[in-house]
């Protein structure tokens, strides 16, 4: 069975039924985030003119991760 749709439903009963709980919950891994205790495991970094590379990778089902766009000077 596909992980992705499961999570994706979660998400949407979650947020759905109890909006409040999903709200703590998310401000529960922001805090989590603020204090260092996780953090988020980056894969690779494109400039903005590399946009359509970025999205095609973060749109591969293989890709564990953030895929970062930077801004140029």
């Known amino acids: 069975?596909?992980?992705?749709?499961?999570?994706?439903?979660?998400h949407d009963q979650v947020s759905g039924?109890?909006?409040e709980a999903?709200?703590?919950l998310f401000a529960d891994v922001v805090a989590l985030?603020?204090?260092?205790?996780v953090t988020p495991r980056?894969?690779?970094?494109?400039?903005?003119?590399r946009h359509a590379e970025a999205f095609a990778q973060a749109a591969d089902?293989?890709?564990?991760?953030r895929v970062i766009l930077?801004?140029?000077a």
């Not at 069975?1 to 979660?10: G, K, T």
């Not at 985030?33 to 205790?37: K, Q, S």
């Open 1 to 10: 069975m596909d992980e992705q749709p499961a999570r994706r439903r979660f």
């Open 33 to 37: 985030h603020r204090d260092g205790h």
């Open 42 to 49: 980056v894969v690779a970094r494109y400039p903005f003119e």
């Open 70 to 72: 930077t801004p140029t």
């Open 17 to 19: 039924r109890e909006p």
């Open 61 to 65: 089902r293989t890709t564990v991760g």
């Open 22 to 24: 999903a709200r703590r």
